[in-house]
């Protein structure tokens, strides 16, 4: 996992709530356990027509949100199951964070897990981001849990656990390796039932 410290990039605004796990990635496309080549089917169901040519009303589509590495969305995002492809596709088609008013535990889990940055903003905060137009940029610090933008700067809260994980670019094994002479020096004085 790439270490995150900060980003500054382009937004894309998808303001609905409860947008759940399936809309963000079907569960015709779970036919993977590599955490790449989701990126095309994310948000399927709105981003392309029963044709499968692609909704030039969506927003993605748009050609200036090509390079939007931010998303600002509404409350509730990532619920419904518990897929871990649902980030696997918002990290492969490019974004770096999901700015939102609440994300579904599991799915925040899975986030942190895979180097995409959730963000909890309360809805105050959330609709002067909405008003960011293309080619404007936001930035995020995360050690200093701060999101910019032009003159705002809002605070988010985060546990100090997952953000150093996530500064590190660590994931669970990564963790859990660190103590690998501990763990060896404990299989070591383990009795063998062998």
């Keep these: 996992m790439e270490p995150f410290t900060t980003t500054t990039g382009e937004a894309v605004v998808i303001p609905y709530d409860t947008i759940n796990t399936d809309l963000i990635l079907p569960k015709q496309f779970l036919k993977n356990i590599l955490k790449t080549g989701f990126g095309k089917y994310l948000f399927w169901d709105w981003r392309y027509l029963e044709d499968g040519l692609p909704d030039p009303d969506f927003?993605?589509?748009?050609?200036?949100?090509?390079n939007a590495t931010i998303l600002i969305t509404g409350t509730d995002f990532g619920s419904g199951s518990s897929r871990e492809h649902a980030v696997w596709a918002l990290k492969d088609y490019g974004f770096k964070a999901v700015i939102a008013g609440g994300f579904s535990d599991i799915f925040y889990m899975n986030a942190t897990k895979n180097g995409l940055l959730p963000i909890i903003l309360p809805e105050e905060d959330r609709a002067i981001l909405r008003e960011v137009k293309p080619g404007e940029t936001i930035h995020i610090d995360?050690?200093?849990?701060?999101?910019?933008?032009?003159?705002?700067?809002?605070?988010?809260d985060m546990n100090p656990q997952w953000k150093e994980k996530l500064i590190k670019g660590e994931d669970d094994i990564d963790h859990t390796m660190k103590f690998e002479e501990q763990i060896a020096d404990f299989e070591s004085r383990r009795p063998s039932f062998g």
């Design 142 to 156: 995360l050690p200093n849990q701060s999101v910019q933008y032009k003159d705002h700067d809002f605070h988010f």
């Design 59 to 66: 927003v993605l589509n748009k050609p200036e949100h090509k």
